[in-house]
Structures are given as C-alpha cells and as structure tokens.
C-alpha cells in the first residue's frame, strides 16, 4: 500500500514539474526575443501565441456580432461582389499547422536610407515539417519573381537560404525550434550568433537597454500582441532632414516635445469578449503643476441619454504663445488672431479658465440628431467674459445677441440655413462656460452643472465601465455604443430606405430591408472607455471595448481620408469632363483671354 502511495506521489511529482517546466520554459522563450534583437532596435512586434488569439478572437464581442445569422444574410449580397480566392485562408490554415510562439518583427536600423528587417517565430515539429510549409512560401515568392536568384550558404552549422531580387533580398535559416529571416545576410548571422549565445557582449542586446526594460514594466503578463517604438533614431533623422531643408530658426525648434520621448509601447488582449488595449509613452510630465489632475467636474453635465463623454487636462492658454493665427488660416486661425488683437495672453486665458476641458454629447430619443457640449470651469469670471467677447468678434459676418438669465450670461448666433439648423450658443457663469449648438442644450447643462449628482455618473452602464480602466489623472473618455447605434438606426434607417427607392440602383450591392434590427447588434455592444494617467516615468493609457479607443479613432481616421480621397476623385472627375459635351477633357483656359476682376473696396 505504501509503495502504491509513493508512486502515485511520485506520478503527481512529475507531473507538476513537467508543467512547471513548461511554463519556465513559454515565459524563457517570450523574453528572449529581446535577446535575439541589438540594443538599438527600432521597432518590434511580438505575438506570443497565434493560434491562441486566433481563438480568442472567434469568441470576441465583434467576432459574435459578424456571426449573427441577421448580419451574414446582410452581408451576403455585398460580400458576394468581392472576388473569392482561397489565398488567406490556405496561409490561415498553414500557420495553425506551424502552431507559432513568440512570432516577431523587428526593424533593427535604417542606415544609408536602407532599412534593415529581421523577423522569426517557434515552430512546431522538426525543421523538415515546418518546411513543408515554409518551402511552399518560398517556391511561390520565387515563382512570382523569375528574376529572383536563390542560393545556399553554411554559416556555423547553420544552413541559409538567400533570395536575391535586386533590390530586395530575403535570408531565411533554421535554428530549432526557431526560423528566422531577415533582409540582410549580415543582420540573420548576427541573429543566429545571439540565439546560439556567440555574441562577445550579451549586454548589447534589446532586453537590456535601458529605456526597453522601463517600457515593458507597465506590460500586462498576458497578452495577445505586443509593439514597441524607440523614437530616438527616427527623431534624430527626422530633424537632421528638417535642419537640411528649413531656415536655422525653425532648425531650433522641437519637433513638438518629440525629443522627450524616450520609449512607446503597446500591448493587446482580449477579455472576457472585450479588447483592451495598453499603451505607454515613456517622457517626462508635462503638467507644470503637481496639483493638475483630472477632477472630470463636467460629468455633473450629463444625462441619462449621454452617449459620448469625454475630459482632459489641455493647455489651451500656452497655445496662443506658440501658434501663429496666419499660418493656421480659417476660423480656429481667425479665433486666435481675435484674442491677438485684443491683447488676451496665456496668462489671461490661466487666470479665466482651469485647464480641463469637458465635452459631451446627448441623444433623446425625441430628437433627430445629438446635441454636443463643450464644457470648461471658470476661475475668473471677468477675464473669462473678455475671452468670450474677443471669440465673438473672430468673424465679422457673424451677428452675436447677448442677454443675461440667473446671473449667467448667453451669447447666440443664427447661422444660415442648412441641412441641419444650428445655433452656436456660449453661456457663461462664475463657475462654468459651455458651449454648444442649440440654446436650450446650453441652458439645460448649465443648470445641471449647480447640482451634486449626475445621472450620467449614476448610471449603471457607466459605473461598470468606469471600473475596466484604472482611475485617470489625464484623460477620460467614454462611449455608450449600443446607445448610440440605436440612436443612427432610429434616425438613418428610413433615410437610407427611402434612398433606395429614388435609387433603385442600390439594391444592386445591398439589400437594405434585411438591415439587421436594432437589437441584434446592440446586444453585442458594449461601452468604450478610455483612461490615461502619469505612471512612474511616463504616461499609460488604458481602454476596454468591443473596439477600444484607440481603434476607433485610427477607424475613423481611415474611413475619413477614404472618403475625402473619393470626394476629391469625384470632383476632378466633373471638372475635368462634365464641361466637355463630347466627353473629353476641355482645353486649358488661354492665359491671355481671361478676364481680371477688379476687387471691391
């Protein structure tokens, strides 16, 4: 009995220090990629896991909303206009196959305007299974460059493959369980001499450098993906062109505290269906007063329709000493000059307002379209009302009617007619100044903003949101999504039905009345919040979300230069030849016939 007992011990043993060893060995092989890369690495990407994120990723909140059978019979009939190929999802099923760890990409320098790239990943197998894959990559590079030459070299042990296609040049070698490649023959042998531990100095390595080391410590253990930035290559370049190419006065100038950045990482990862995203800026605090943090004093503002919310320390004031008006132009140019003129100094605009800004937006159901706040607290009323009165002044068209409620001063402008009717409306009190675009909005907030309580901040959703992201010093934002989306489907759906009857042509690429209800895409729509704070040495940025924050605003950035870049195609496109009858380009104008207008004094 007792030698049955000490072998079941024993079995148990073994087994915790096989997982034991296992573990060690998954947390060895993630920090030696930094061993594998020089001190002064530029750039790197790291997944520790593909296949693991991959499934992560298929239980993912977006993930599940693209899954709904409502949305796949949507999609089907654009989706059906993209040209099929089974390319993406071969390579898919091959990196599976590879099951790859720590897969990394590196930019180790940029010397004589030719970047050097080095990349790898932990295989699977024996090298003989993982080139079946990886040969199969390499026959359908070669194949589509016949020019490409291949050959093999013997470097320590080490078999390289060399593909020369001038310009571009491509080493690939096996280091079990590794597979490396980089862009020079040079930068792989280096590689293979840090992972087989030849190089003379290990402390020349990414992992030891400083400012690395200081990045990776706000990193999460886990996480899905990882990016890190070493600016200070990129810098130096950047201001040794700008020296090149401008006056020795613009020469001194900062590229716009660039030059206090020391490192920028960012990680990753998916929980419990939400992304959440990290991000670090490694560089000095910026605020010059210990006391500046994040009060979120405008959170008094909001209401239970408040789907956007947003507050920040920004130093507006320090911004009129350094932006020029001309250089700016247009009306944020023509505001600036108006308080030039007027003589209003950083030190005014400190003494009037706290240098948090709040912003606001509210959705009624009642309404068709949001209305948006824009909320700063008052220190000095008198220097704040010079501020507002210079503001009104900024444009000479405009026509401003004052009046006075409560103590609280209301400026209002009618702007012309247009698709949607605006009143830009300023109030100002002794505590607050808001701004918006509909006079009883502003009223309703200022109002609000003498009470204690905020239905916002009450609120269930936005309490449970707030608790994903530690408390901000710096920057808070927040997006009630599902509120949203029902908000645009209430007020866009019979717009978009109604543009399908005038324009039959639509059904041709979507069918509008299998537009997935409401509540299916809610359902799977979660807020967005965003939190930033000064962390030891620099700033860290949380957000959580089906999307974060970050992504949401590079996806709106792309969406947004898309549709300029379409505007912009579309209009070249009826100026070139909607004024030709025959639809040719019309000629160039003759310099000589064109008439000079005089202009009116």
């Not at 194949?143 to 078999?159: S, T, V």
């Not at 950083?346 to 009037?352: E, I, T």
């Amino acid at each position: 009995m007792k030698r049955v007992s000490f072998l079941v011990i024993a079995i148990a043993a073994a087994v915790f220090a096989g997982w034991y060893v296992w573990k060690l060995s998954q947390q060895i092989s993630g920090a030696s990629v930094s061993a594998l890369l020089p001190r002064e690495t530029i750039f790197l990407v790291h997944a520790p896991d593909l296949n693991r994120t991959r499934e992560e990723w298929h239980h993912s909140d977006i993930y599940l909303l693209y899954r709904e059978s409502a949305v796949q019979d949507f999609l089907r009939k654009p989706l059906a206009k993209i040209p099929k190929g089974d390319t993406a999802s071969e390579t898919l099923r091959e990196i599976e196959q590879l099951d790859a760890k720590n897969t990394f990409f590196a930019l180790t320098s940029i010397g004589n305007n030719s970047p050097k790239l080095v990349g790898g990943f932990r295989f699977r197998g024996s090298p003989k299974d993982a080139e079946q894959v990886i040969g199969k990559w390499r026959s359908h590079f070669l194949e589509k460059n016949p020019g490409a030459k291949l050959q093999k070299l013997q470097y320590q042990r080490h078999e390289i493959e060399l593909i020369a296609a001038t310009p571009f040049a491509l080493a690939t070698a096996y280091d079990r369980p590794w597979f490396f490649a980089a862009t020079d023959l040079t930068e792989l042998k280096m590689l293979l001499d840090r992972a087989d531990h030849r190089v003379k100095n290990p402390k020349e390595t990414l992992g030891e450098d400083e400012s690395y080391r200081a990045a990776i410590s706000h990193r999460p253990a886990n996480y899905a993906a990882f990016f890190y930035v070493q600016p200070k290559t990129l810098v130096e370049r950047i201001a040794a062109l700008r020296a090149a190419i401008q006056s020795p006065t613009a020469r001194r100038q900062k590229l716009s505290g660039l030059e206090e950045v020391r490192s920028i990482c960012g990680t990753m990862r998916f929980e419990s269906g939400k992304i959440h995203d990290v991000l670090f800026v490694g560089m000095p605090k910026m605020e010059s007063r210990v006391d500046e943090t994040l009060t979120q004093s405008s959170l008094t503002l909001g209401t239970k329709e408040t789907f956007f919310y947003l507050s920040s320390l920004v130093k507006l004031g320090e911004k009129l000493e350094t932006l020029n008006p001309a250089a700016i132009g247009g009306a944020v140019g023509r505001l600036f000059q108006a308080f030039s003129d007027s003589d209003i100094t950083a030190d005014d605009w400190k003494a009037a307002f706290s240098p948090e800004i709040g912003s606001l937006a509210d959705w009624p159901p009642s309404a068709h379209w949001p209305s948006l706040l824009l909320a700063l607290p008052v220190i000095d009323m008198d220097k704040a009302g010079k501020i507002v009165e210079a503001a009104t002044r900024s444009d000479n068209d405009a026509i401003w009617t004052r009046t006075e409620k409560d103590g609280v001063h209301y400026f209002s402008m009618q702007s012309p007619a247009s698709f949607i009717a605006i009143t830009p409306t300023i109030a100002l009190s002794n505590r607050i100044m808001v701004v918006g675009f509909n006079p009883v909005s502003v009223e309703e907030a200022v109002k609000r903003s003498t009470g204690t309580s905020s239905e916002l901040a009450d609120s269930k959703t936005f309490k449970g949101a707030a608790r994903l992201v530690p408390s901000p010093t710096n920057f808070f934002a927040y997006v009630d999504t599902a509120l949203l989306y029902s908000r645009l489907d209430a007020s866009l759906r019979p717009m978009l039905l109604m543009a399908a009857a005038f324009m039959p042509t639509i059904t041709d690429h979507v069918d509008l009345s299998k537009l997935p209800s409401p509540e299916v895409i809610t359902k799977h729509l979660s807020p967005i919040v965003s939190s930033q704070r000064y962390e030891r040495d620099g700033y860290v940025v949380e957000s959580v979300g089906p999307v974060t924050f970050d992504q949401s605003v590079i996806g709106l950035a792309i969406i947004g230069g898309l549709g300029a870049t379409a505007r912009q195609k579309a209009t070249s496109s009826l100026t070139g030849w909607s004024a030709s009858p025959t639809g040719t380009p019309p000629p160039p104008l003759n310099p000589s016939s064109t008439a000079t207008v005089a202009p009116t004094p």
